[in-house]
DNA sequence: TCCGTCACGGTTGAG
DNA sequence: GACTCAACCGTGACG
């Protein structure tokens, strides 16, 4: 077991443990953000975490832009728009009115509510569902009545995929009445992802916010929700500085991120789908184990006795080398058995950012 | 020396 | 269950 550990983590040219297509742990992630908000500059946070400065530019650039410490959404696929359901009605369209052009057929698909303006197919997408499927109908296509699957709703969409809704046709029916993320208000999170899904943070802010904080999720849609670390980018988010200061540091969304990273038995409604996100506690550990330690832990501090020019004016926030290590919970194998147990709000690495942030951080963020 | 950017090899998850 | 695809990741190199 410990040669397959070993085996799963790199080094980069800095020392410091990744794995290749992994996000890096959130407390690292958090603990860019933290250095650069105190005025650190990027490529001394790099040496000092021992994250390639391309990273450190990357995160802290997200952050900028979104607010969030958190890594994307990761794997997927685009929910289709052209379901069987979206299909009959252009076919029924159609078949009433011959003429009707693809952009009519897609303004109706709005008005009669079969689509709204987030999964409304474009009209090069209906013209196709024209030419291929509807254009022959004197052949039975995969549509075809008879071979119907079961009646959808008029939103026939994966509850997987709770698109933001700022109309009535909302899932809940509820409190849908513009939700931050969607028209780009002041806390608009723009990550680059376009279509709208349970992947984005619009979708996210907006949908799953709301019906956590009005329990919607409590029933099968919140049960087979896949949520993503990304779901918390902007929580709690309302308006996020251009230009933040250096104190400016936006406290309630990395609350946020704190608080919602609770191991799952410490939290009610959100701790439910915690285990979903990209940092599953357990992969982390088994991800950045071993060498992590290693090649963390013991390291020189960074740079070698050097201390004013990192450290922040009265402030302590110089990360050592070992703290690092227990902030980002690197397991060693040797240490913790195959029951590994969950870790103890009052475990190191709780305790490294706790007495940073004054902040329960639990190990399971890493 | 610093930093933004991008290619690369990798992981992930829906279809 | 294997496969594909398109998203994401961090690293490392370049300018």
Redesign the pocket.
Known sequence: PRAMEQTYG?????G?V???????PNAI?LRIVELAQLGI????I?RQL?????????????YNETGSIL??????????VTTPNVVKHIRDYKQGDPGIFAWEIRDRLLADGVCDKYNVPSVSSISRILRNKIGSLAQPGPYEPSKQPPPQPALPY?P??QYPYPTPVSPTGAKMGGHPGVHGSAGHVS???S?PSAHSVSNILGIRTLMEQTGALAGSEGASY?PKMEEWAGVNRSAFPAAPAVNGLEKPALEADIKYTQPASGLSAVGSFLP?C?YPAS?QHG?YSAPAGGYLAPGPPWPPAQGPPLAPPGASVSVHSGELAAAVTFKHPSREGPDRKPPSPGSKAADALGSLHGLPLPASSS
């Open positions: 790199e080094v980069n040219q800095l410091g990744f794995v290749n297509g992994r996000p890096l992630r500059r990027p490529c001394d790099s021992r994250v390639s400065h391309g990273c450190v530019s990357k995160i802290l650039a997200r890594p994307g959404a990761i794997g997927g696929s685009k929910p289709r994966n997987i995929y990550i680059p992802r279509w896949s979903a990209a992969n991800v």
